[in-house]
């Protein structure tokens, strides 16, 4: 069974910003991913406020995140962690593929999508129903697709799905959007059309999407309109099962991990960083959370020395 200082549960910009951390302090590091590195970062279409880049897609900046991670740390992807456990002084990490014993952990892990849960979305998932316009976008050119949410990711997506070439609405439930003023700008620069007011009730179609049901919750209204595709950014979920497994504590206000300031879980030498804590689910702010916690991870480790 292979040794670590530290294992870091997933590869989003807080997973490998901890492992760039961790590896250059010495840590022997391992990073484990369950999909492919990069986590809902790549979903990112366009990010205008990560510090010396004017405007930078996630998909790029995770590419470069990764190669100089690679130089500090090795990096399994496709590798389900199913539980960690305490063996004595060490962490016992299973995985789909094997166990490791670390020293310390990072989980990582992130945050999943909320679902609108209305009839038709699981059914026309990827028959017209997404969550990633960056990934599904392009299927769509020159079609008609609503995107659901007032959020920024709502906005970022709309704004993707304009600028490509796709014919894309807003449908949000209130008159105010949630999204940044600069994001509202854009919306409104483009000319994005915003349905306000407006509950998305039902997909409907046949083999694709062909149409939503939209309740105007002011006029108490309901109207049915035709559409190619919806992509659904209602919010997220943090992704918690394997810290509650472990018996991390969680807000369960929130549904995040508890950490101090130097990003310490109740558990020793068990740390966390990224959207799974009670950060804003900003890229730089995962960044920062991941350094710290690998920063963490050495004093408590070298203090027990
Ligand atoms: P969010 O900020 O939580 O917004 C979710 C949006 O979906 C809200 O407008 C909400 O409406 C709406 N919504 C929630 N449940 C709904 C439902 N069942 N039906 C219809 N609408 C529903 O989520 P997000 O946009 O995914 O962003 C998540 C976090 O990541 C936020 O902290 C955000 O700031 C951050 N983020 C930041 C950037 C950036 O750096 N610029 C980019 C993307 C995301 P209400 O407004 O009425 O509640």
Redesign the pocket.
Known sequence: MDNYDMVIIGSGPAGLTAAIYSGRQNFKTLVLEKALVGGTGLM?PL?E?YPGFDMISGRKLIELMKTQTMKHAEIKELEEVQKVEYNEELLRVSTTKGNYMSKSVILATGSKH?F??VPGEAEFLGRGVSYCATCDGPLFVGRRVLV???????A?QAIYLDSIGVLVAMV???NE????IY?QKLLEDKDIPLIWNS??KEIKGDQLVQSAVLYNNKTGKKEEVVTDGVFV????IPSTQLARDMGVEIDEHGGYIITDKGQRTNLPRVYAAG?VTIG????LIACSEGAVAALSAYQDIQIRK
């Open positions: 990112v990010m406020n909320r609108l849960n659901v949410g007032g959020g920024n990711s709502a970022q949000h439930r209130r959007l949630r999204a940044e994001l509950e998305l950014a209602v919010g997220e959207d804003n689910n900003q890229w």
